[in-house]
């Protein structure tokens, strides 16, 4: 065991950059001991700072992962930590995650297609399709999720979402006056930071540039609007070609150390000149929709309201974002409610 690897194993605020860039080869050896070891309660850990220092198709990353999805009876949830940490490890984490998502443990199984809807290319699409099984439950729900964002990030038809209807849509009520504002503004040196340390995987394989992030802040949240290069420089005539995994949005840790993914941003004709917007968390839920209609498309412009979509925890907001091929501006009241609406699970009571 190696001080260093006890140090970032300590460490409560995220991995220090300068203590990975300290780290040698006898470091590496200990983290990799410490995945391999079955009994090591810092196992998950330890996956985690390989997946940091050599997440290499060949390197102690693979290693570790195969291991852990060789074991005969191994814990679901530690198979499930290796496999999200296999999506650093990009297109080599896929034979890996494609045999898994086949596991009889619901657990394995859903960690498995969120790590194909990570990494997988067009390629695989129809293969995957074949063995998806139906929707309807967890991972049924979840498959057919992953089928989609993969085809919506090859410019793939046949696997489009439903669109939002009124009745699915939440707005902020009349004279709310719990409100956050929506702020915006350009990214920081530290955001783009942070932003680098993500692996494509991590990031949905969205490519987005520097003039395709934008800083958004709402309340004590900030996060990051990412919209893919290849994406931006043909916006908005873009959306009307096909469906895309335009973007994500990226949350800051509450110890600003790191960002992850809460949303992904899908786009897809409407079939009539105009195009669907909706934010979807990586498990598949709706979070918001828009809808561009061909009548607010003009001079390389596209101008819409978005809306939160009803659901458990939704929070109205009140946004009218504006696509070029400059990017995404936030507009109209730039509003979101302070507290969340009544949280369908929890049961109403009656007299």
Known sequence: ????????????????????????????????????????????????????????????????????????????????AALGRAAVMGQEAVPLAQAAALSDDPVIALAAWRTLQQVAHSDSLDVLAQMAPPAGDPVGDQAAFTLSVIAYRAGRSGFELSPADDSRIVAIPANEDKVFFINTSAPTEEDFALLSRMSAGELYLVRPEREGVLAIECG??????????DIQMGMPDTFLQGPSLAGVVTTLAPLGTDYS??????????????????????????????????????????????????????????LTPSVTASGVTLGGDCLSMTEIVTDRLEPETTD
């Open 1 to 80: 065991m190696t001080d260093r690897i006890d140090q970032l194993l300590a460490s409560k605020d995220g991995a220090d950059p300068s203590l990975l860039a300290a780290l040698d080869s006898d470091d590496l050896a200990d983290a990799l001991s410490r995945a391999l070891a079955a009994d090591d309660e810092n196992r998950v850990r330890a996956l985690g700072i390989l997946s940091l220092i050599d997440p290499s198709p060949l390197g102690a990353l693979a290693q570790a992962v195969g291991q852990v999805l060789a074991e005969p009876a191994p814990d679901p949830f530690t198979v499930a």
């Open 220 to 229: 004590d949240e900030r996060m990051l609007l990412c919209i893919d290069s």
């Open 261 to 318: 993914v809460r949303y992904l941003v899908l786009t897809w004709p409407d079939g009539t000149g105009g195009f669907h917007v909706m934010l979807c968390q990586p498990n598949g839920v709706e979070a918001y929709f828009g809808h561009a209609n061909s009548d607010e498309i003009a001079d390389g412009t596209a101008t819409f309201g978005l809306f939160a979509i009803d659901r458990p925890g939704a929070c109205p907001i009140s």
